[in-house]
């Protein structure tokens, strides 16, 4: 069965009658742009991880999925196929069965509005709402624009030692995000970082388009470098690695002499950060024979999650029931928590609440029922996006960019998930980013793949009106 949408919005407007400018047209993007660039806000300190808190950006992909159920009241989005809603919804069933089947369902209910809002509500909104390749790239130069701001502010702290504590020192880059979340600002560097890489490379895109984002990937490449985070360098070098390849082994041959460039002389001529990224660089080759406290910490709740799941294989412990499982099932090589400071925040004990590896986290709380759900759409997403980047039919051929991107972010993201899991304000871009990838695997040849001027496809009706009409 082919994956797609089949294409339903209202017709373009009649020219002479008031027609829609830009913003009157695009307008129902705006809360999906206010998504992604609302994570520039500062937050108090101490507030940015804390369970239960709605941030700007939160509030604003809630305003998404209002909006989108208004259109789709009225009848002005797509209609999805049994299998796009299959991959959209399915999540939606294994959630509910991990809720209900929790020891505690009312202590479960947090988790279960989380998980809904990041791997249903928002990605099924930026499927039914995006229209176009435009409207595609407005929505991923929002992340480079982000990536840029952030990424500025974390090479300030590194240059001023306001960043947060980095053995003994106040200079990791972490942006806006603070101490508590120290993946944050690396995360969302790395998206940015991905789709400039995704632009520059992609066949068909303007010389001049092309020179600004490879501009801009270069520039990124040091606030990743200064954020020390092992786990983001390691998703954004894969990611950029199967992005290159895809648009052309020459092309990445040539990005790969750049980028090896700027780090020997970010690196080796400047000296930033040179002896400590060394440092970290070479932790990464030690996590099995000479690991950090923090690899020890990680590798005994890795153990305790799966320790979790061999008692409850079907379903798991429900919903948040990670934390209250974890001691049971630690060894006494788990320490109490990991030290944060600096970057305007008083030195902070923050308690280890997540075995931080995503597939780990459904498979002990929410069992092989919430894997299948969860995991097994994001291999649908995976397969047929790729498949349609590397066998494009000839609408996909005039948006290779858009291919490339929605590859490029979801390869990443599913490789973080190999160390990371959710948690944080920039939670809610991976609702975007899958919401992004099902957008390219699920629409159809001539389905939201116009480059813009035309507004969508065939409106509700139309076609066999039309069809009706002419046989008349």
Sequence with gaps: MALALSGAYPPPPVPGRGGAGPLRRHWPLLPLVATVLLLLAPLPAGDATASGKVTPADAASLLLVFVCAVRALRGEVRRLTPVGAAVLGVPALGLAVATVTAADPYAALPGFVRYLQVFVLVPAAVVLLVRDAREFRLAAGCFVVLALVQGAVGVVQYATHTGASYQGEDIRAVGTFGPGDVMGMATVVAYGLVVATAVALAPGTGVRTRRVAGACALVLVLPLVLSFSRGAWIATFGAALVVMLMAGVRRALKVLCALVAAGVVLVGGLGVG???????????????????????????????????????????????????????????????????????????????????????????????????????????????????????????????????????????????????????????????????????????????????????????????????????
Excluded at 399 to 419: E, H, K, N
Excluded at 451 to 459: C, L, T
């Design 274 to 472: 040179s002896d400590m990224v060394a440092e970290r660089l070479t932790s990464i080759t030690q996590v099995g024979s000479a690991p950090d406290q923090s690899v020890t910490d990680r590798y005994t709740m890795w153990a305790a999650a799966s320790s979790m799941w061999s008692e409850h294989p079907a379903v798991g412990v429900g919903l948040k029931g990670f934390p209250a499982h974890r001691d049971g099932h630690s060894s006494l090589g788990l320490s109490s928590g990991s030290d944060t400071a600096g970057a305007g925040q008083a030195y902070i004990r923050q308690p280890l609440l997540s075995p931080h590896n995503m597939y780990l986290l459904i498979l002990s709380e929410q069992g092989l029922v919430g894997l299948m759900a969860l995991a097994g759409g994001w291999a649908v997403l995976l397969a047929a996006g790729l498949r349609r980047a590397l066998r494009p039919d000839p609408a996909a051929r005039r948006m290779r960019d858009c291919g490339l991107i929605a590859a490029g972010l979801f390869i990443w993201q599913l490789t973080d998930f190999l160390y990371a899991d959710i948690g944080g304000p920039s939670t809610v871009l991976t609702g975007v980013i899958i919401g992004m990838a099902a957008w390219w695997a699920l629409t159809g040849p001539g389905d939201g793949g116009r480059e813009g001027g035309r507004e969508g496809a065939v409106p509700v009706g139309g076609r066999r009106a039309r069809e009706g009409a002419a046989t008349r």
